[in-house]
């Protein structure tokens, strides 16, 4: 009898298990009852955290570490991947510039800055790299990107010609951006920018109204930040002759989202469907009976371009039946069936504190998708 084909393609389990490692117990728990099936493993992710691991991974990459200025200036140790075809180059812009490299006490979007994402590029094109997929959620900052842009050669004077402060509260003091300065190199090479929020860079939806106050900003800030962020465009506007004030995304990581448009050549696209081009997800689809996917939590906002949203979405064009797995499902999975997932497992087995769960991860991932497994083979 033919054995089937199993295509494995989970997000990581956050503090739990990283894609790839989700993907090794899920085949632990099936080989016991399918021996002699076939497993394709594709590590999954949807642009945010565990995006770089998920690409290494499915291209048989590697991962580099670097350090770099973080976003209050301080020095961190930063990742960054190179794909296994050796010059496309993945960065997560929180691992320079995250929300997790400050504190409660030390977050203050008026100073911090995006330089030490702009140093991560600048590795990249030190390593000859021609292309880039850099995500850009979980910031600390709301400059702009103007610090990226520093990094890589752009110079941002005030009236007087001297270099402002860096931070989206010295925007106000904008008066010229030089760019005889800016990286030759980028020039050639395509940024692709993984970016799932729709605001632009001012406004009521912009960066600072709708992300400032998670950053430290009060409601005074928010609004100094915005006119600093508005004033930014309309310089760009006047001397680079790129509007970018009300484009879907600009408003991204602080303004990451503009800097990488206004200084680079760059392109916005969703994350999941960047993981899914670039792990030649839908060609191992078709070669597939069923497919596993699975997140650490699932719940009604997995439709709006989640991992296992996405992998079903793919599937559903394959024709090949989807089974999820999560470690906490929550209201609203139902809306789920109709994209194209059709079971959901949860995978905890009972109470218990959440980090003996995060432990147990891995078998409780491979009992699972054994008992998922038995399952199959009854039909």
Avoid at 177 to 193: A, F, P, S, W
Avoid at 312 to 329: C, L, S
């Amino acid at each position: 009898m033919k054995q089937p084909t199993f295509l494995l393609a989970p997000d990581s389990f956050k503090e739990s298990m990283t894609a790839k490692e989700v993907c090794i117990a899920m085949e632990e728990g099936m080989r016991k009852v399918y021996p002699d099936a076939e497993y394709i493993h594709v590590p999954m992710a949807d642009g945010g955290e565990g995006t770089v691991q998920s690409l290494v991974d499915a291209t048989g990459g590697k991962i580099y570490e670097a350090e770099v200025t973080g976003p209050l200036g301080q020095p961190v140790k930063a990742r960054y991947g190179i794909m296994g075809d050796g010059v496309t180059a993945a960065i997560e812009m929180a691992s320079a510039s995250g929300i997790h490299h400050v504190t409660k006490e030390t977050k203050n979007p008026f100073i911090t800055t995006t330089y030490g994402t702009g140093e991560l590029i600048r590795e990249c094109l030190d390593k000859g790299i021609t292309k880039i997929i850099i995500g850009i959620g979980g910031s600390a900052t709301n400059d702009g990107g103007t610090g990226m842009a520093e990094a890589l050669g752009v110079r941002f004077l005030n009236a007087a010609g001297q270099s402002i402060p860096r931070g989206g509260g010295s925007l106000d003091q904008l008066a010229t951006i030089d760019v005889t300065g800016l990286d030759e190199r980028l020039k050639h090479v395509e940024m692709i920018v993984a970016c799932d929020v729709t605001n632009p860079l001012c406004g009521e939806h912009g960066a600072s109204h709708v992300f400032g106050p998670q950053k430290g900003a009060t409601r005074e800030m928010v609004k100094v930040l915005d006119d600093n962020l508005a004033h930014y465009a309309d310089i760009v506007r006047e001397q680079l002759h790129k509007d970018v004030r009300d484009i879907p995304g600009a408003g991204a990581a602080g303004g990451l989202g503009a800097g990488l448009l206004i200084f680079t050549q760059a392109t916005l696209q969703r994350g999941i469907d960047i993981v899914i081009e670039y792990t030649g997800l839908k060609a191992k689809l078709a070669e597939a009976d069923y497919c596993l996917t699975g997140e650490g939590g699932m719940d009604f906002q997995t439709k709006f371009g989640k991992t296992p949203y996405g992998v079903a979405k793919a599937a559903k064009e394959a024709n090949t039946k989807v089974i999820a797995i999560a470690g906490y499902i929550g209201e609203g999975i139902e809306a789920l069936y109709d994209e194209g997932i059709d079971a959901i497992f949860g995978i905890v087995p009972g109470a218990a504190e959440l980090e003996k769960v995060l432990a147990e991860g891995p078998q409780n991932v491979s009992r699972t998708c054994e008992n998922i497994a038995r399952l199959i083979r009854l039909g």
